[in-house]
C-alpha cells in the first residue's frame, strides 16, 4: 500500500509522516500573521495544499493543532531567551536579559507570542522541591525548552550568588513573569507608546522595579 496520501487533482501529495509537519508549519505561519485567532484547520490544510479531510487524519480538531503552534512559539520564546541570558554576565545582568528578551520577542513576533500562551499544560513548580527530590541543582548555562524554566534558573543562580533571599525564591518567578508579561500587554495592545525611545524607558522602568524587589544591593 502507497504512503502517500492522496488528495483531489491539483493538490500536492505527502508522505504521511510528511503531512503532519507540513500541517504545522502551515499553522505556524498562520499564527505569524494573526495571533492564535488565525491558526484553523480548514486555513493550515489549504495552506499546505491538501484536503481538510486529510488534515483530519492527523488533528483530531482545532485545539490539537494549536497546542502543537503553541508549544512551537513558547519554545521559540524560551530560545530566545537562552540565548540573551547566556551572552550576559553575572546573575544581575542575566536576570534583566531574560525579561529584555521576552519583551523584544513580543514586539518582534506579536502573533507567535500571543500564541505561546494559549494553549499550554500548567507551568508553576516548586523549583526547591524538585531539587530536593531529584538531587538538582541550578545550572549556569541556561537549557531550559520553556519560558518559565530559563527564567527559575536565572533566579536559582541570583539565590546561589546571594543575591537573592531565600525569603524571596518561592514564587519568585511569578512576580518576574507577571511584570514583564504585562508590560509586554501593555506595548502590544496599548495605551503605552511604542516608539523606540517609550520602550527603552518603559522597559528599564520595569527591569529596574523586577531588580529592586528581588535582588539584595540593586541599585537604586
Known amino acids: ?48 495544499g491538501v484536503s481538510h479531510s486529510a488534515a483530519y487524519r492527523h488533528f483530531a480538531d482545532r485545539e490539537a493543532l494549536l497546542a502543537e503552534v503553541s508549544r512551537f512559539a513558547r519554545n521559540e520564546l524560551a530560545a530566545q531567551m537562552r540565548r540573551r541570558v547566556n551572552s550576559a554576565k553575572g546573575p544581575r545582568r542575566r536576570l534583566r ?41 541550578p545550572t549556569h548555562t541556561t537549557t531550559g525548552a520553556d519560558p518559565f524554566e530559563v527564567l527559575g534558573q536565572v533566579l536559582d543562580e541570583a539565590h546561589t550568588a546571594g543575591l537573592l533571599d531565600p525569603r524571596l525564591r518561592p514564587g519568585a518567578e511569578v512576580a518576574a513573569w507577571s511584570a514583564v508579561h504585562g508590560l509586554a500587554g501593555l506595548l502590544l495592545d496599548g495605551p503605552l507608546p511604542t516608539n523606540t525611545a517609550a520602550i527603552r524607558f518603559a522597559r528599564g522602568q520595569v527591569l529596574d522595579l523586577v531588580e529592586r524587589g528581588l535582588l539584595n544591593g540593586a541599585p537604586t
Open 1 to 48: 500500500m502507497s504512503s502517500v496520501i492522496a488528495d483531489p487533482a491539483g493538490k500536492r501529495g505527502y508522505h504521511h509522516g510528511s503531512l503532519h509537519s507540513a500541517l504545522v508549519e502551515a499553522s505556524i505561519a498562520l499564527a505569524r500573521e494573526g495571533g492564535p485567532d488565525r491558526v484553523i484547520l480548514r486555513e493550515a490544510a489549504r495552506a499546505a
Open 97 to 137: 536579559a531574560v525579561g529584555t528578551a521576552y519583551i523584544d520577542f513580543a514586539l518582534t513576533e506579536p502573533g507567535l507570542f500571543r500564541t505561546a500562551f494559549t494553549s499550554h499544560p500548567a507551568t508553576f513548580r516548586d523549583a526547591e522541591h524538585d531539587r530536593a527530590t531529584t538531587g538538582e541543582g
